[in-house]
């Protein structure tokens, strides 16, 4: 993408970030495995509607710095990434809108900088509470033996050669697999047979028709190039980021809010998205668009417009003439 430059983030890390457009400051947060080029679709929409859109590749991914220690991706680093890019063009807030791990980024910014939050939009994954004992702790009790993916993401360099052996399978499964929503998870799944996470991923006879093979093809040269390290990463924080956040422990967010999920996305299933609406005290909506799945922005990039732009377009935003 055009207008690409480079931002000093936390501790120095390079981070590479798309900025388009003039007016109020829209912060797009890609999740994993991604890219900033996941928000293709959003980011000629929104710069032709007025606004200033600002998308970085995160660290641990694409033309971005990738940090050697672990702890370099835990969610102050994340947030403070953030907050940085925001420096850079010398904004006070703005609305922050992140998908998957980035939405997870969104609402935890909306919290630890609040003052800094216009508005807060987290798509596929919802605002969710803390939860009583550390996730990776809790998902060890649940799972005990069997495989569950982010338990099996904590053993370094494990998880890393899974998905780097060959990223041409791996982000064509990830991006086309389409799991059934309406029927219990195959128990195969998360069976104890010495499978890694690639090969629990159904392959696809095709490409979805949301995805052409250029646009796959931008993944797979960019996952081929840097690994997956820094984003496993991202994972290996959880249990970190739920230390260094007890003191925020129900807090709410005060900033308007919205959720946009596809109906067809099973992260639904597992936490829907009014499970922490007590927290959320401005509240828009939560908007599920049919016909989507996980890549909800990707897969309907017409409907997540205009939902964003309706939303956005409420708001009283700094630089909003």
Known sequence: MSNVRTVAGVGGVELSVTDVGSGPIVLLVHGFPELAYSW????PALAAAGYRVLVPDMRGYGASGRPAPVTDYDIEHLTGDLAAILDDVGVDRAAIVGHDFGAIVAWNFAVLRAERTGAVVGLSVPNVPRPPTPPIVMLRQLFADNFFYMVYFQEPGVADADLGRDPAVTM???LSARLAVDSMPDPATFAADGRGFVDRIPESEGLPAWLSED???VYVDAFTRTGYTGPINWYRNLDRNWELTADRAGVHVTAPSL???GAQDPVLMMTPPGVAHGSLDDHRGDVIVPDAGHWVQQEQPAAV?????G???SLDLPGRT
């Open 40 to 43: 293709r679709h959003q980011i």
């Open 305 to 309: 417009n205009e939902t964003l732009l």
């Open 311 to 313: 939303f956005l377009d």
């Open 215 to 217: 646009e796959l093809a």
């Open 172 to 174: 064509r499964r990830l």
């Open 259 to 261: 959720f946009i999920g």
